[in-house]
């Protein structure tokens, strides 16, 4: 399916280097402007480094990696206040040691983000934003579940911590309460603009 979605008439395979994304369009290394409304990029295998190496830039100038400063963080794994308009698949405490399938995490995590968008559209806003009260509420959960886990314990070193001892892959709980958390779009752990 994918090769035939290739040569779809309405499909090009760009192989160039980017140069620089701004608003509604990705520009190439040699020099043409394609116009996009969603971009995908995957960014391969640092663990604890999500969104590694993309620079995000959000209010005020500020850059999410000097936030984070080494310890990944994100409301549901998939917003961080201060980054309006950001979403992410796969992000910090979204990772499955024992308990279960990432693809099932990353369509709780689209769904999720789709009714986010359906709110905006639904109520004629441009910005969302992650409240830093909920995001702060939901990683002392996920911080109080890691603890009760092998790779969350502090006296252990793997791959599962970052280099502050905090495990930010794993979710500690399972595949039901993941659905049951991000099942329902919850407006009121956000700002809108």
């Not at 192989?15 to 995908?40: F, K, L, N, Q, Y």
């Not at 830039?57 to 309006?84: E, S």
């Not at 992410?88 to 040691?97: D, E, I, L, W």
């Amino acid at each position: 399916m994918w090769v035939r979605t290739l040569k779809s008439p309405h499909v090009d395979l760009v192989t160039d280097g980017i140069a620089r994304i701004s608003e509604g369009a990705i520009h190439t290394t040699a020099g043409a402007v394609h116009p996009v409304d969603v971009i995908v990029f995957a960014t391969g295998f640092r663990a604890a480094d999500f969104l590694y190496p993309i620079q995000v830039t959000g209010a005020g100038g500020q850059d999410l990696h000097a936030l984070w400063a080494g310890d990944c963080r994100a409301y549901k794994g998939i917003a961080v206040p201060g980054f309006p308009n950001l979403f992410m698949t796969s992000g910090p405490n979204t990772g499955v040691a024992v308990n279960g399938s990432a693809v099932f995490f990353s369509e709780c995590q689209v769904e999720y983000v789709l009714r986010a968008l359906r709110h905006m559209f639904e109520h004629g806003l441009r910005s969302i934003d992650c409240q830093p009260g909920p995001y702060a509420e939901y990683n002392a959960y996920i911080d109080r579940g890691n603890q009760t886990k092998a790779w969350g314990v502090a006296h252990t070193s793997s791959w599962y911590k970052n280099r502050h001892g905090r495990a930010s892959q794993t979710w500690p709980w399972g595949l039901e309460d993941y659905w049951a958390q991000t099942s329902g779009f919850d407006a009121g752990a956000y700002s809108f603009g």
